[in-house]
């Protein structure tokens, strides 16, 4: 893809909402650009709502454009109350810290980083506590506060919504976030030539606060872009204060996991996931989305789009880990796994405990097993299942009601899987 098209790239892939300046596609074409992309630090990892705005700086340098993912160690010191029902907590600077550090080493890892000539599109990882921390609060009133009015800042969609609300209202620390963002533009305008901002929908005043603040402070004309916010199939944004926050972190979100989530993508969202989150031609994605209405069972194009995001995330050898993981458990080969993939595997999966002396003298009845653990009713109703062959133990099917389970039966020397019917597993753990 040429600079000539990448505009009309962004536009069919779903990440253009709103545009500031309607020459920004001409602005593309002409040369690189460098544009910026923020990120707040209010946790210690990204999760998959940040993605949209990564995967777009990736296709910003792929473009021969230079990206700048902008951490926001300062703004996070205060809180971007957009479209929030009530003020955040406060977070301390050594969290924030932390947090810095851990997104990071994941930003770092999703950008080309490499220094490149001169002028090239090496992508900047910057933290804007670095200018923000040092302003002399007097100097910013003075240099950045006289550019705004506070009767347009109360125009805001954002700001209104909260001022609304007696008992909640708006702390004068949350007000002044917009003109902390609009600096940050200001500063890597100054610094880094930086002339696109980019940012959910959500984002759209602070971006144009910025670059009211760039026009009235130097008189150039800078721009940004918007795309719409990633949502869930429950209409819900991704995010961590929503239900169900999927994280980029193995230790928060295990690969496994990561590549259930988007295996499970509702057929009504998973070609527009592949448009915005994959780097998939054009041609490519049109065919998944043929298969998709042809054969929606065979979700196809979810299989795709959890294979490619999730090597994205974590790489080849994890995506290939977490297929066999999910193929296993449905083929019934739970042999196969070795202890951290079983784990993964069934980590939704409600678990209990057996003892092990007992499964080493005497085992464990599987009636009695099935019962305990609530997989059926009672022991007749046991019986019954196991006798219609609806009960399997580590993928196997068994038919024998007076079945005893013993150390043999151990799955990586732990562990017992009970499955009744296609979908309900129970993990067993010795102790």
């Known amino acids: 893809m040429g600079d000539a098209g990448l505009f009309q790239e962004l536009v069919w892939r779903g990440m253009v909402h709103q545009v500031t300046d309607p020459e920004l596609a001409t602005v593309l074409a002409e040369g690189p650009t460098t544009a910026?992309?923020?990120?707040?630090?209010?946790?210690?990892?990204?999760?998959?709502?940040?993605?949209?705005?990564?995967?777009?700086?990736?296709?910003?340098?792929?473009?021969?454009?230079?990206p700048i993912a902008l951490l926001g160690g300062g703004?996070?010191?205060?809180?971007?109350?957009?479209?929030?029902?009530?003020?955040?907590?406060?977070?301390?600077?050594?969290?924030?810290?932390?947090?810095?550090?851990?997104?990071?080493?994941?930003?770092?890892?999703?950008?080309?980083?490499?220094?490149?000539?001169?002028?090239?599109?090496g992508a900047l990882v910057v933290d804007n506590a670095e200018w923000l921390a040092r302003f002399p609060l007097t100097d910013f009133l003075r240099d950045v506060g006289k550019h705004f009015r506070v009767n347009a800042l109360l125009t805001r969609d954002a700001v209104r919504s909260r001022l609304v609300e007696r008992e909640q209202g708006l702390s004068f620390t949350e007000f002044s976030y917009a003109l902390l963002q609009a600096y940050d533009f200001l500063h890597l305008f100054d610094t880094e030539g930086c002339r696109l901002q980019l940012g959910g929908s959500d984002q759209w005043s602070n971006i144009t606060g910025g670059i009211d603040l760039v026009r009235r402070t130097r008189g150039q004309r800078v721009f940004g872009v918007t795309w719409p916010l990633m949502t869930k199939d429950d209409g819900m944004k991704f995010g961590k204060t929503e239900s169900g926050a999927v994280w980029l972190d193995p230790a928060r979100t295990t690969p496994y996991a990561f590549f259930q989530f988007w295996l499970r993508t509702d057929d009504a969202d998973v070609v527009r996931h592949l448009r915005a989150l994959t780097f998939l031609e054009r041609r490519r994605i049109d065919e998944l989305e043929e298969e998709l209405q042809r054969s929606p069972e065979n979700r196809v194009a979810q299989r795709v789009l959890a294979r490619e995001l999730t090597t994205a995330v974590h790489g080849s050898a994890e995506c290939e880990r977490a297929e066999r993981a999910a193929r296993s458990l449905y083929e019934g080969d739970l042999r196969s796994l070795d202890e951290r993939d079983l784990l993964a595997a069934l980590a939704e999966a409600p678990s209990s405990d057996v003892s092990r002396d007992t499964l080493a003298s005497v085992g464990v009845s599987l009636v009695e097993l099935l019962a305990e653990t609530g997989l059926v009713a009672s022991r007749s109703?046991?019986?019954?299942?196991?006798?219609?062959?609806?009960?399997?133990?580590?993928?196997?099917?068994?038919?024998?009601?007076?079945?005893?389970?013993?150390?043999?039966d151990l799955l990586a020397g732990a562990y017992l899987v009970l499955r009744r019917g296609k979908?309900?597993?129970?993990?067993?753990?010795t102790r």
């Open 36 to 66: 910026y992309h923020g990120i707040d630090a209010t946790a210690d990892s990204l999760h998959v709502g940040h993605l949209v705005g990564l995967v777009t700086l990736q296709r910003l340098q792929q473009a021969g454009h230079r």
């Open 75 to 121: 703004t996070s010191l205060i809180g971007d109350p957009s479209f929030k029902a009530e003020e955040r907590p406060l977070l301390g600077v050594g969290e924030i810290e932390a947090n810095t550090r851990g997104i990071r080493a994941q930003v770092e890892r999703l950008l080309d980083t490499g220094s490149g000539p001169a002028g090239g599109t």
């Open 381 to 408: 109703a046991a019986r019954t299942a196991i006798g219609q062959g609806a009960v399997s133990v580590n993928g196997t099917r068994e038919d024998d009601v007076d079945r005893r389970l013993g150390p043999a």
């Open 423 to 429: 979908r309900e597993y129970h993990l067993v753990r």
